[in-house]
Nanobody
Framework: QVQLVESGGGLVQAGGSLRLSCAAS????????MGWFRQAPGKEREFVAA????????YYADSLKGRFTIFKDNAKSTVYLQMDSLKPEDTAVYYC??????????????????WGQGTQVTVSS
């Protein structure tokens, strides 16, 4: 089992930045894909970004490219989501997820087996 613990959420003004962290434990992450998802009130959970741990390859939701960056720290077994130029519509609970996968990372929440508890991000206008 992979355990995931997110941190770094909070309240920020529009145009500001936040960095979310997701610390993983329990398994070697070599063949895992790490993903970030978000869920706004009344909306479905949506894909934000993913990273293949073994190669560092990254994947983004088209609408978020250029503002969000996913990256990792191997020594800390932690994946990060750097969020810049935040907008009120980015307000959501952000979740870290992991999937054991050798192929191209997937973007459906149902494909991921392990989830963190979520962290609230609120962007004020």
């Amino acid at each position: 089992q992979v355990q995931l613990v997110e941190s770094g959420g909070g309240l920020v003004q529009a145009g500001g930045s936040l960095r979310l962290s997701c610390a993983a434990s329990g398994r070697t992450l070599s063949n895992y894909v790490m993903g970030w998802f978000r869920q706004a009130p009344g909306k479905e959970r949506e894909f934000v970004a993913a990273l293949r741990w073994s190669t560092g390859s990254t994947y983004y939701a088209d609408s978020l490219k250029g503002r969000f960056t996913i990256f990792k720290d191997n020594a800390k077994s932690t994946v990060y989501l750097q969020m810049d130029s935040l907008k009120p519509e980015d307000t959501a609970v952000y979740y870290c997820a992991a999937e054991w996968r050798l192929g191209v990372p997937r973007q459906s929440p149902g494909d991921y087996d392990h989830w963190g508890q979520g962290t609230q991000v609120t962007v004020s206008s």
